[in-house]
């Protein structure tokens, strides 16, 4: 996907038309010059998006997800395995997966960790409990 934007300073500087070649040359390069001013552009290239597996898979790697799993299994004695679920697909407005990371009791699911996948850059935000808020993993306190 490819986005710009163009500002331009005054439509009078592109409808003004020239009475020779030198005012044709210093038409273009003093309405360069004013793009160069008051242009702000945005150009994102096409990139490879990440599904919705490779998503799943960079938070179930996680080294915080990873040692959580093994704490509960080994304090229910492998009766609470962890397990994790895409919960969420990007949309225009939200452009990332929602992952969740579970508990699976017999007869429910309990909630250990919800996470953000940005896509396409596989960013990986966790929710922060007590602020209520997605922040990076450098500045997330699981425990």
């Known amino acids: 996907m490819a986005s710009l934007l163009v500002g331009v300073k005054s ?12 005012d044709i040359k ?4 003093q309405l360069v010059s004013d793009l160069n001013n008051y242009t702000t552009a945005n150009v994102v290239q096409d990139s490879k998006e990440i599904d919705e597996k490779t998503a799943l898979n960079l ?3 996680l080294r915080q997800v990873q040692r959580k799993a093994k704490e509960i299994e080994r304090l229910s004695k492998g009766s609470i395995r962890v397990g994790a679920m895409v ?3 990007p949309t225009p ?6 992952v969740q990371v579970f508990e699976k009791h017999p007869n429910e699911n ?5 996470f953000r ?11 922060d409990l007590l602020k209520n808020e997605y922040v990076s993993l450098d500045k997330w306190k699981p425990d």
């Open 110 to 114: 309990v909630t250990i960790y919800w």
């Open 93 to 98: 407005d939200e452009p990332y997966y929602t």
């Open 59 to 61: 938070v179930w790697k």
């Open 87 to 89: 919960n969420g697909s």
């Open 11 to 22: 439509h009078a500087d592109i409808t003004q038309i020239p009475t020779n070649h030198f």
């Open 26 to 29: 210093l038409n273009t390069s």
């Open 117 to 127: 996948v940005l896509n396409p850059s596989g960013s990986i935000q966790a929710l």
